[in-house]
């Protein structure tokens, strides 16, 4: 099953399991003290919502649904404005066909916490299809403007991601039990852990 996992980071979140409408593909990113949501391709095109309500510091409600025709969208909301962070993610991003629609058997996966410690959050958006295809676009909020999350870099793996408890990102890769670890810069940018 190819999975698409959006982590959006905070560090007011507490620990929750995969949770919001909907709720119902396998996890991409396995991480504790982080809230999720995740939606499979079928589920999408069958309607289905799933929502993550967070604070980023301000209160930002996460909407993933089927958008117009032929589309999914992930929309973030805070006070009376939202964007679709859908139309922002890398080219190279897998699990999208040509018209924006998550490819059967995919997942999309959104999760909320603090990465890189500097209360200030991070979002990821990955695809995956939970055998050998993983990428996790990651994401920065800034607390004003009219786009609050900029992509500042895509992370390649296979099956799932594993977030530790001092924010590395766990990576494999291959069929060796290799694996790359990644940390979040201060910056935002993910970067290969030395």
């Keep these: 099953m190819r999975f698409v996992l959006l982590f959006i980071t905070a560090a007011l979140v ?6 919001g409408w909907g709720a119902e593909a396998s996890p991409v990113i396995f991480s504790k ?3 999720a949501i995740s939606l499979t391709a079928s589920a999408l095109a069958a309607g289905k919502e799933a929502r993550l309500d967070a604070a980023m510091p301000e209160p930002v409600r996460f909407l993933l649904k089927r958008g117009s025709q032929n589309t999914i969208a992930l929309t973030a909301a805070y006070g009376t404005s939202e964007e679709n962070l859908l139309a ?6 897998q699990g999208f066909d040509e018209k924006g629609e998550l490819e059967e058997g995919f ?3 959104i ?3 603090d990465l890189n410690g500097d209360k200030v959050p991070e979002l990821l958006v990955a695809t995956g299809d939970d055998l050998a295809i993983l990428t996790v676009a990651v994401f920065t909020y800034t607390p004003q403007g009219k786009n609050r999350f900029q992509c500042t870099g895509l992370i390649v793996g296979q ?5 530790e408890p001092d924010g590395t990102l766990t990576a494999p890769f291959g069929s ?6 990644y940390v979040i810069a201060s910056d935002g940018k993910p970067e290969e852990k030395k």
């Excluded at 922002?88 to 991003?93: A, G, H, V, Y």
């Excluded at 099956?159 to 977030?163: D, F, L, S, T």
């Design 88 to 93: 922002t993610i890398p080219e190279d991003m």
């Design 176 to 181: 060796q039990g290799l694996f790359t670890e």
């Design 14 to 19: 507490s620990f929750s399991p995969i949770t």
């Design 107 to 109: 997942s999309i996966q």
């Design 33 to 35: 003290g982080y809230k």
């Design 159 to 163: 099956k799932n991601i594993h977030v």
């Design 111 to 113: 999760v909320v916490g």
